[in-house]
Structure formats: structure tokens, C-alpha cells
């Protein structure tokens, strides 16, 4: 099975940089994504991850380290509308479809 | 607009009632998903499809049933819920031919069970 941790809320400071923590506990591992939801609509996809390493797209950056169980997701220069819920998911090595997420950290960006 | 479309967008029923969710997906991915999202807990995988054949079923009770007519279309039809299965209830689609193969989830179905 798949264990997932991130933590529940954060609050950080439009300019400034947030990195939201994701550590897995898996039986199988063949790759972990980073999700972003805003509140009442469909997660969007932000990054994927099966090497270890950092993967850069503009603002958002996502880390694996396999070895550790960990991953980060990096935002810089926080704006207002990155206010939302981030997952972190895992898929399975088992079926190549199979994806556990965690609970979400619910990101809150204030002025 | 992800390419995933579902209807309703909310829903309200009896625990006697029955009713079908719909999911269309415009991106001729092969894969589709049901997850059910439920406040403070994770999403939830009930239910894979590829190429129009369940592969993967969560231990989903079988109150919930869904069908895959073709690769672009997945049901969920719901009899005799429990008012615990009120959540959102997403519907995803992806590619499964390697690499990333990311999920691209709709936007929906709020569900009330009374």
C-alpha cells in the first residue's frame, strides 16, 4: 500500500517563496505528481517527478528524492491567485493508471 | 477547460432514489477514473478503465456501479446511497502509453444524499 503525508495548511506572503513537503511510504513507486486545486474545482496538473532531482516550470519547482520518500513543490513569487489546495500523489508501479494522494496542503497567500 | 466534462455539476437524492453520473473526456486519452473527494480526506480511486475495461476496482460497494460504453464515455449509476456517500465525485482520463501520462480531472459532481 501507500502511505502519504504533506502538511494541512500553510500561510505565506504574496513576493515571497513557499515549499510544501510530501514524504511517501509506498510498496511500488513509479512516479509522484504534484496537483493544485482551487476550492470548488478540478485538480490541475503541475509537475511529475520519477528521477531524482529538481524539475523547473516558471514559478513552480517540484523535488524527488526516491532514497528519502521525499518531494517538495517550490512556488516563487507568490501571488494572490496560488491560494489553493496542493496534492501530492503517488503512482503505483503495479498498474501504470494507479495514483494515491495525500490529504492536500491548503495553501493560504495573504498580502 | 481540461477536456473532461461532467454532468451533472450537483446533484441532490433520495437514499431511494437512482441516478447516473456522466464523464466525457475530448482528448482521445484510453484511460478513464472515478475518485470520490470527501472534506479532509484524500482523493479516493474507485475505479480504472482502460480501453473500455475495468482494471482496477477500490473495493467500491455495490451501490455504485459504473459503466464504459467506449473510451470517451464513463457512467457512475448510483441506487440506494447512504448519506455518507455525499462528497465530489471526479471524473479523470490519461494516456497510458508511458512517460508522464498525467491525469486531467473534471470538474465534478457535487453529491448530497439525504
Known amino acids: 500500500g501507500q502511505n502519504i503525508d504533506q502538511p494541512t495548511e500553510m500561510t505565506a506572503t504574496e513576493g515571497a517563496i513557499v515549499q510544501i513537503n510530501c514524504t511517501y511510504q509506498?510498496?511500488?513507486?513509479?512516479?509522484l505528481f504534484w496537483y493544485q486545486q482551487h476550492a470548488g474545482e478540478a485538480p490541475t496538473f503541475l509537475s511529475y517527478?520519477?528521477?531524482?532531482g529538481l524539475e523547473e516550470k516558471g514559478r513552480f519547482s517540484s523535488f524527488l528524492s526516491r532514497s528519502k520518500g521525499y518531494s517538495y513543490l517550490l512556488l516563487k513569487e507568490l501571488q494572490m491567485k496560488d491560494s489553493a489546495s496542493y496534492l501530492c500523489?503517488?503512482?503505483?508501479?503495479?498498474?501504470?493508471?494507479?495514483?494515491?494522494f495525500g490529504t492536500g496542503t491548503r495553501l493560504q497567500v495573504t498580502l | 477547460e481540461t477536456g473532461v466534462t461532467q454532468t451533472p455539476r450537483h446533484l441532490v437524492m433520495g437514499m431511494t432514489n437512482k441516478k447516473s453520473l456522466k464523464c466525457e473526456q475530448h482528448?482521445?486519452?484510453?484511460?478513464m477514473y472515478w475518485y470520490k473527494q470527501s472534506a479532509k480526506k484524500p482523493l479516493e480511486l474507485m475505479f480504472v478503465?482502460?480501453?473500455?475495461?475495468?482494471?482496477e476496482n477500490n473495493s467500491v460497494p455495490s451501490r455504485f456501479s459504473p459503466e464504459c460504453p467506449n473510451s470517451s464515455h464513463l457512467f457512475l449509476h448510483l441506487h440506494t446511497l447512504q448519506p455518507e456517500d455525499s462528497a465530489l465525485y471526479l471524473c479523470?482520463?490519461?494516456?497510458?502509453?508511458?512517460?508522464?501520462?498525467?491525469?486531467?480531472f473534471g470538474p465534478g459532481t457535487r453529491l448530497t444524499v439525504l
Open positions: 479523470a482520463s490519461s494516456r497510458t502509453s508511458g512517460g508522464s501520462n498525467e491525469q486531467f
Open positions: 509506498t510498496s511500488g513507486f513509479n512516479g
Open positions: 517527478n520519477v528521477l531524482d
Open positions: 500523489a503517488v503512482r503505483d508501479t503495479g498498474t501504470a493508471s494507479k495514483l494515491t
Open positions: 482528448l482521445g486519452h484510453n484511460a
Open positions: 478503465y482502460n480501453f473500455k475495461e475495468q482494471t
